[in-house]
Protein backbone atom coordinates (compact mmCIF):
# COMPACT_ATOMS: atom_id res chain seq x y z
CA UNK A 1 0.00 0.00 0.00
CA UNK A 2 1.25 3.16 -0.68
CA UNK A 3 0.70 6.95 0.67
CA UNK A 4 0.95 9.66 -1.54
CA UNK A 5 -0.18 13.39 -1.39
CA UNK A 6 -2.96 12.69 -4.21
CA UNK A 7 -4.68 9.81 -6.05
CA UNK A 8 -3.74 11.22 -9.32
CA UNK A 9 -3.10 9.00 -12.32
CA UNK A 10 0.42 9.63 -12.24
CA UNK A 11 0.53 8.61 -8.94
CA UNK A 12 -1.02 5.11 -9.87
CA UNK A 13 1.15 4.68 -12.80
CA UNK A 14 3.88 4.99 -9.92
CA UNK A 15 2.43 2.36 -8.31
CA UNK A 16 1.76 0.13 -11.52
CA UNK A 17 5.62 0.23 -12.11
CA UNK A 18 6.60 -0.73 -8.69
CA UNK A 19 4.33 -3.61 -8.97
CA UNK A 20 6.44 -4.67 -12.07
CA UNK A 21 9.71 -3.73 -11.40
CA UNK A 22 9.64 -4.20 -7.33
CA UNK A 23 7.12 -6.78 -6.16
CA UNK A 24 7.35 -9.19 -9.56
CA UNK A 25 9.80 -8.38 -11.44
CA UNK A 26 10.56 -11.89 -12.47
CA UNK A 27 6.48 -12.49 -13.63
CA UNK A 28 5.92 -12.63 -17.36
CA UNK A 29 2.21 -11.35 -17.09
CA UNK A 30 0.59 -10.01 -14.03
CA UNK A 31 -3.53 -10.03 -13.81
CA UNK A 32 -4.38 -6.72 -12.58
CA UNK A 33 -7.32 -6.47 -11.16
CA UNK A 34 -8.48 -2.76 -11.07
CA UNK A 35 -11.72 -0.76 -9.92
CA UNK A 36 -12.78 1.60 -12.60
CA UNK A 37 -11.79 4.95 -11.20
CA UNK A 38 -10.64 7.60 -14.26
CA UNK A 39 -7.20 7.58 -13.19
CA UNK A 40 -6.69 3.92 -12.93
CA UNK A 41 -6.48 3.34 -17.27
CA UNK A 42 -3.59 1.87 -19.04
CA UNK A 43 -2.86 5.87 -20.24
CA UNK A 44 -1.91 7.01 -16.83
CA UNK A 45 1.50 5.10 -17.82
CA UNK A 46 1.82 7.45 -20.26
CA UNK A 47 1.25 10.66 -18.59
CA UNK A 48 3.91 9.54 -15.96
CA UNK A 49 6.39 7.95 -18.36
CA UNK A 50 8.55 7.73 -21.80
CA UNK A 51 6.41 5.69 -24.21
CA UNK A 52 8.34 3.07 -24.39
CA UNK A 53 8.65 2.87 -20.62
CA UNK A 54 4.68 2.72 -20.55
CA UNK A 55 4.77 0.21 -22.93
CA UNK A 56 6.71 -1.95 -21.13
CA UNK A 57 4.70 -1.96 -18.16
CA UNK A 58 1.38 -2.35 -20.42
CA UNK A 59 2.47 -5.64 -21.72
CA UNK A 60 3.86 -6.69 -18.46
CA UNK A 61 -0.24 -6.26 -17.34
CA UNK A 62 -3.47 -8.07 -17.87
CA UNK A 63 -5.78 -5.73 -17.00
CA UNK A 64 -9.32 -6.23 -16.00
CA UNK A 65 -12.07 -4.13 -14.62
CA UNK A 66 -15.13 -5.03 -11.68
CA UNK A 67 -18.18 -4.51 -12.77
CA UNK A 68 -18.99 -0.12 -12.67
CA UNK A 69 -21.25 -1.39 -9.94
CA UNK A 70 -19.71 -4.12 -8.09
CA UNK A 71 -16.73 -2.71 -6.01
CA UNK A 72 -17.80 -5.35 -3.73
CA UNK A 73 -15.93 -7.72 -5.68
CA UNK A 74 -12.78 -6.12 -5.52
CA UNK A 75 -10.73 -7.57 -3.19
CA UNK A 76 -8.70 -3.95 -3.06
CA UNK A 77 -11.99 -2.47 -1.99
CA UNK A 78 -12.34 -5.13 0.29
CA UNK A 79 -8.89 -4.13 1.67
CA UNK A 80 -9.75 -0.41 2.00
CA UNK A 81 -12.59 -0.84 4.55
CA UNK A 82 -10.46 -3.04 6.78
CA UNK A 83 -8.21 -0.78 7.19
CA UNK A 84 -9.72 1.92 7.75
CA UNK A 85 -11.46 0.33 10.52
CA UNK A 86 -8.65 -1.29 12.17
CA UNK A 87 -6.12 1.65 11.18
CA UNK A 88 -7.56 4.82 9.88
CA UNK A 89 -10.28 4.88 12.55
CA UNK A 90 -8.55 8.07 14.35
CA UNK A 91 -7.19 11.56 13.53
CA UNK A 92 -3.22 10.90 12.15
CA UNK A 93 -1.41 14.14 12.97
CA UNK A 94 0.75 14.01 9.45
CA UNK A 95 1.82 12.30 6.49
CA UNK A 96 4.99 10.14 8.13
CA UNK A 97 3.07 8.70 10.74
CA UNK A 98 0.21 7.94 8.47
CA UNK A 99 2.80 6.03 6.69
CA UNK A 100 4.36 4.55 9.20
CA UNK A 101 0.92 3.00 10.68
CA UNK A 102 -0.62 2.17 7.63
CA UNK A 103 3.20 -0.03 6.91
CA UNK A 104 2.82 -1.70 10.52
CA UNK A 105 -0.76 -2.63 9.77
CA UNK A 106 0.23 -3.85 6.42
CA UNK A 107 3.15 -5.36 8.02
CA UNK A 108 1.05 -7.27 10.87
CA UNK A 109 -2.03 -8.02 8.05
CA UNK A 110 0.35 -9.61 5.79
CA UNK A 111 1.84 -11.88 8.69
CA UNK A 112 -1.52 -12.91 9.73
CA UNK A 113 -2.70 -13.44 5.93
CA UNK A 114 -5.02 -16.37 5.27
CA UNK A 115 -5.12 -17.69 1.49
CA UNK A 116 -8.60 -16.25 0.21
CA UNK A 117 -11.16 -19.14 -0.72
CA UNK A 118 -13.36 -17.37 -3.19
CA UNK A 119 -16.46 -19.12 -3.08
CA UNK A 120 -18.14 -16.72 -5.26
CA UNK A 121 -18.99 -18.70 -8.79
CA UNK A 122 -19.52 -17.49 -11.98
CA UNK A 123 -22.82 -19.23 -12.02
CA UNK A 124 -23.29 -16.85 -8.61
CA UNK A 125 -22.14 -14.25 -10.72
CA UNK A 126 -24.97 -15.01 -13.47
CA UNK A 127 -27.50 -14.64 -11.08
CA UNK A 128 -26.32 -11.95 -9.10
CA UNK A 129 -25.18 -9.69 -12.20
CA UNK A 130 -27.46 -10.71 -14.14
CA UNK A 131 -28.46 -7.07 -15.77
CA UNK A 132 -24.61 -6.42 -16.12
CA UNK A 133 -25.01 -9.46 -18.76
CA UNK A 134 -26.32 -8.70 -22.41
CA UNK A 135 -29.54 -10.73 -22.71
CA UNK A 136 -29.52 -12.64 -26.58
Not at 91 to 115: C, M
Amino acid sequence: MEVTDRRTSVDFAHCLKDVVDVHFPGADQIVLVSDNLNTHKPAALYEAFAPEEARRIIEKLEWHYTPKHGSWLDMAEIELSVIQGQCLDRRIPDQETLKREVAAWEHERNQHAVKAHWRFTTEDARIKLKKLYPSF
